[in-house]
């Protein structure tokens, strides 16, 4: 009777993701309570003796449970337990219906709709598919580095105040670092000359990445607490967070958990880094391939409300506008187009002046930023891209109208999401012990 045996462990296995998957909403006892009133107890107690040291284990059974639903089934997430076992299972089904990681967009967005699963469910399901999503979570290192978080927000607090542009550059430090390979910290990886390797570091959109010793300074105070336990890509996301908090931004949750990667590739971060000459279509692709979606890319965007850029990012727009020398992108304002040549960039070949993104509140979070994209004096291209489509300009016109207390408050969920993208745990990658270079 292997058959029946298989059939009982899917069953329990049903189930049981319910009950660690607690990203799908609370599953309840009813359905059984009356024909087995003690299965979910059953189930729990299975769960609490098995999976505590096997963390990874919890990801393989919630993606099991996604293989299972999409190869044969309906709609589940309304019918918390009853569901009853298939008894066709075919292997070209599933090679048929189960998008690989490899997966472009529209061949994702495709095979959802087939499901019946719209693009929110895409994005809610694609931290599953990265197999991860479950394992993050709030002060992972309670036991294990109790200080840790206490000790990055002390360095922050000390050395941030009266450098917002630092803290700006903190955060786009971890906006760079989850476009490529994930939230792993890749970001940070020196150049090699023994693996002869071209890291994100050396990467065109990261040359003018600033914060590297920042961070080697706040591993090297966690390591004097608790050698390597807490990982680089969990520092990025914390002292992001906290940077902005000491320039009187918002707060957000930061789960934590994230593991180091060891690989780091120039040209990844040339394909993965959107650049701020992006079209709306561009951008919409490139957060669309990291799981976001056009709310959080215009919350993301309203991270340009502090910090400064440097010519070369925008200066097309003044001198050159498509390649053709002499023009002026005609969807930035032209009278501050004319300020900026004449005070700020004063050649297309200046790589060394500073521009705030938001002038004259450039040290404030604050909803500044939407206000100047609205009157066509967003600094980049990709700021005036988020005015060309209608959703998009609509989310800007409800942010603009709402509170800044609203707007914080998402703009932390949105960075929540970063956060989570394609990250490693359980005993993917390594805690590195010094952030520039891997482990040997
Ligand atoms: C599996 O599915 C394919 C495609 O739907 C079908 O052609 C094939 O007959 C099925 N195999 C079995 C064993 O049911
Ligand atoms: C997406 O992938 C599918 C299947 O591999 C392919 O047919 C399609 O051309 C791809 N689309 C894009 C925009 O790359
Ligand atoms: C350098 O490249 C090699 C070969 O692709 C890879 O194994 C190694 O992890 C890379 N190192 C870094 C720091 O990216
Ligand atoms: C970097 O990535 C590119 C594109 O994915 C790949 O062709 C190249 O081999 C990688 N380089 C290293 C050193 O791994
Ligand atoms: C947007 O930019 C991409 C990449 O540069 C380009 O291929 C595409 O044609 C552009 N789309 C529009 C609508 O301009
Ligand atoms: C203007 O843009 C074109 C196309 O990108 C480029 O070939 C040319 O060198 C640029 N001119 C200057 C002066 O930078
Ligand atoms: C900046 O411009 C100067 C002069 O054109 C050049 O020598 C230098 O290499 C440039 N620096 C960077 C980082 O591109
Ligand atoms: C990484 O490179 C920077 C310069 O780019 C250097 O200051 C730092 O010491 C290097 N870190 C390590 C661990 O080699
Ligand atoms: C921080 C960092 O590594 N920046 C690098 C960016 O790329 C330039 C040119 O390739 C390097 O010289 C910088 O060191």
Redesign the pocket.
């Known amino acids: 009777m292997a058959k029946f045996g298989d059939l009982c462990n899917f069953l329990v296995l049903c189930i049981l993701v319910g009950i660690v998957g607690s990203s799908y909403g609370s599953i309840t006892a009813q359905f059984y309570a009356k024909r087995c009133p003690q299965a979910e107890k059953i189930i729990e107690d299975y769960v609490q003796k098995h999976i505590p040291n096997a963390p990874t284990l919890a990801a393989a059974l919630l993606r099991l449970q996604f293989h299972d639903c999409f190869v044969r089934g309906g709609p589940y997430w309304n019918v918390p337990t009853g569901r009853r076992d298939g008894r066709i299972s075919n292997a070209s089904e599933a090679l048929a219906n189960i998008p690989p990681p490899t997966?472009?967009?529209?061949?994702l967005q495709t095979s959802f709709a087939s499901k019946g699963l719209d693009l929110k469910g895409l994005v809610l399901l694609s931290g599953i598919v990265g197999c991860s999503h479950a394992q993050l979570q709030l002060n992972f290192y309670a036991k294990s580095c109790p200080q840790a978080e206490k000790i990055i927000e002390d360095y922050v607090q000390k050395h941030i105040p009266n450098a917002p542009s630092l803290a700006a550059a903190l955060l786009r430090l971890q906006f760079h670092d989850c476009f490529v390979r994930g939230c792993d910290g890749s970001v940070l990886l020196n150049f090699t000359s023994s693996t002869k390797n071209q890291t994100e570091k050396v990467a065109v959109p990261n040359q003018t990445l600033k914060g590297f010793s920042f961070i080697d300074g706040v591993k090297k105070a966690v390591e004097a607490e608790c050698p390597g336990v807490v990982s680089c890509a969990d520092i990025v996301a914390l002292v992001a967070r906290d940077s902005v908090v000491v320039t009187g931004g918002p707060y957000w949750n930061v789960p934590t958990g994230r593991r180091d990667g060891r690989i780091s590739n120039a040209s990844e971060a040339l394909a993965n880094i959107p650049p701020p000459t992006s079209n709306f279509s561009s951008l919409q692709t490139s957060f669309a391939s990291k799981g976001l979606d056009l709310k959080d890319l215009v919350l993301l965007s309203g991270a340009h409300t502090i910090g400064v850029s440097h010519c070369p990012s925008f200066s097309s727009r003044l001198y050159n506008f498509t390649g053709v020398w002499g023009k002026e992108d005609p969807s930035l304002d032209s009278e501050y187009a004319t300020n900026l040549k004449t005070k700020k960039c004063k050649s297309i070949n200046d790589n060394t002046t500073i521009v705030e993104m938001d002038p004259g509140s450039a040290g404030k979070f604050d909803l500044s930023y939407f206000k100047l994209v609205l009157k066509r004096k967003g600094l980049f291209q990709s700021d005036a891209a988020l005015t060309t489509s209608a959703t998009t300009k609509s989310y800007i016109n409800q942010l603009v109208q709402g509170s800044l207390k609203q707007f914080n408050a998402e703009f932390g969920q949105a960075m929540e999401k970063m956060g989570r993208i394609e990250v490693k745990t359980g005993s993917a990658g390594e805690i590195r012990k010094h952030c520039a270079v891997v482990n040997n």
């Open positions: 997966s472009n967009f529209s061949s």
